[in-house]
């Protein structure tokens, strides 16, 4: 199954499973399985299908999406991820991954507008895997690192380019209001039995953009688990933003960054799309 975090169409924020277009709420106003899917997740419990009977159910085209998790303790973002990205940039291959943060209330979910700041002529798409950890983890060796995963979604990291770039550090870039797109759907890791296997394609009013498989990763997943909780630990919930491949705007000829009315999809197998509209800020 599919779960998503939603509003339903009287107002109440909850979250649910998918099937066949349709979402049953688990939370709050329906069979209060856990308040959040982030409490599901701490509890390391999934619903099972009995789980869902008797459930209230709408349609998805009925709902509101918000971000996959929305309210994250830590979000930490992967730079330069994919060597076609490495290239594009003029970067060297790192010999350690490149981290940055982004704050939970820099998101929005499915559908909802991608607001290009009035402060930016560089406004910019990343199609990435984002991982959502299921364990408390701190200095997890790679060999152990699949067990702490909860599961996956597709995440746009948009990139505020001229704020990222005026200096060596990239959170203001990363950190604008409504910039960080997650969802639409978490899927359970135990429902991908290859990730790297998924291929991640980004398309910018229906033109591929970004194409890879996620075995392009330079750090993989054990790699980047390893790495992030031997300084940090992670609780259940928290998100793992994975880096994106080449293709990004500002590195094309011309310049293919975003305006307002471009619509952006992620599409990453067996994950679904996920898409926004651009909007002037």
Not at 151 to 173: C, E, H, K, L, M
Not at 253 to 259: C, D, H, R, V, Y
Request: glycine share 10%.
């Amino acid at each position: 199954m599919r779960y998503a975090s939603f509003v339903t169409p009287s107002g109440s924020h909850t979250w649910g499973a998918e099937i066949d277009g349709v979402l049953y709420d688990l939370g709050p106003t329906g069979t209060q399985f856990a308040s959040t899917l982030k409490d599901a997740l701490n509890g390391r419990e999934l619903p099972a299908a009995a789980d869902i009977d008797g459930a209230p159910s709408t349609p998805v085209d009925a709902v509101k999406f918000l971000p996959v998790i929305v309210d994250p303790t830590k979000i930490i973002c992967v730079g330069v991820n994919y060597r076609a990205h490495q290239e594009e940039t003029g970067r060297g291959a790192p010999s350690a991954p490149t981290v940055f943060t982004r704050f939970a209330d820099s998101q929005m979910g499915h559908l909802q507008p991608a607001v290009r700041p009035a402060t930016t002529e560089q406004f910019d798409y990343e199609g990435e895997l984002a991982l959502v950890i299921g364990a408390r983890a701190h200095r997890v060796d790679a060999a152990d690192a699949w067990d702490v995963i909860a599961g996956y979604a597709a995440y746009n990291d948009f990139s505020v380019r001229d704020w990222q770039r005026a200096t060596t550090q990239w959170i203001p870039g990363k950190n604008f209001p409504d910039t960080g797109a997650f969802g639409p759907y978490f899927v359970p890791a135990a429902d991908i039995p290859d990730i790297t296997a998924l291929t991640l394609e980004t398309r910018v009013n229906g033109e591929i953009r970004q194409s890879a498989t996620l075995a392009d990763l330079v750090f993989t997943i054990p790699q980047l688990i390893e790495y992030i909780t031997a300084f940090t630990p992670l609780s259940p919930g928290d998100v793992i933003v994975t880096g994106t491949p080449g293709g990004v705007g500002l590195f094309m000829t011309p310049t293919g960054l975003l305006s307002a009315g471009d619509v952006v999809d992620v599409e990453i197998t067996g994950l679904g799309v996920l898409t926004n509209t651009v909007v002037q800020g």
